[in-house]
């Protein structure tokens, strides 16, 4: 079975201050994408497909589609407001992209078979690669998978963060996701709200295509929410800000028993840049991997 990985890379990071996704971090320059790439390519993904915008197209083909060459296949997909089902309208005055759940949406032509989906942005480690493969591997139909990281490890020291705070059964089945946003180091420990341990949504995930028939219908619902049913009355949720995440999409397909997802818990270091002020640290985690003999000093030599 050939496999592909989508990466999520139409962001821009805002908070980071500029187009993170090609930022060099590693000791012979590579970005943290080129980790995640290396390390797909080691678990048997034979394509990646890239979610982007095409206001920067020639700039990320450049910069970072170019750098695989001949080492894996590449695909692109455009993530835009108008990508929207027959009959969508993009409200007036919307700028705000539609979000994770959207992007996912937009490849699905492009994914005849079962996938990875990851953020740009984020290093997963290695196992977290293995495991999604061998998954996807021995599984059909809407059963799908998401890695697991414990919150404590996710957080930045320089501000709040976002995360999909999950419920998993004893048999490691995820019931629910929550969307979180604002949580910082201060609210994690012995006698903050969180302990620590919770796993969370890293937007590191395992599909198969029965994904997109639940995907499409939720996106359609969502959007019918973006519209005020009654005259004088404003819709809610907000029109011009809302996302479509794709945790908060998975989470409703399970809770009405359109799909199961299994979560595969690592203990894989998990870092990614939200902020400016991460790179430093990112910089040592990957000297120090590479030190150890995880990684070569010159990833695509």
Known sequence: MSLSLVVLAAGMGSRYGGLKQIDPVGPSG??????????????????????IRRDFEALFREKIGARYSGRIAVDYVFQSLEALPAGGVVPAGREKPWGTGHAVWCARAALPGSFAVINADDFYGADSFTQLAEFLRATRGPA????????????????????????????????????????????????????????????????????FAG?????????????ARDEGTPPTPDPMKAEFY????????????EATVRVLPTESAWFGITYRDDKPRVQAALAALVRAGRYPAQLWA
């Open 246 to 257: 794709l945790p908060v999409a998975v989470s409703e397909m399970i809770t009405r028993g």
């Open 215 to 227: 995907l499409d219908g939720k996106f359609r619902e969502f959007l019918a929410g973006l519209v």
């Open 30 to 51: 590579e970005t943290v994408l080129d980790y995640a790439v290396f390390d797909a390519l080691r678990a048997g993904f034979a394509r990646v497909v890239f979610v």
């Open 144 to 211: 799908h998978a998401m890695v697991g990281f414990r919150l404590a490890s996710t957080l930045s020291e320089h501000g709040a963060v976002s995360r999909g705070v999950t419920s998993t059964a004893v048999d490691g089945a995820l019931r629910s996701i929550v969307e979180t946003h604002g949580i910082t180091a201060g609210e994690v420990g012995p006698a903050g709200k969180y302990s620590g341990n919770e796993f969370v949504s890293m937007n590191c995930w395992g599909f198969t295509p029965a994904l």
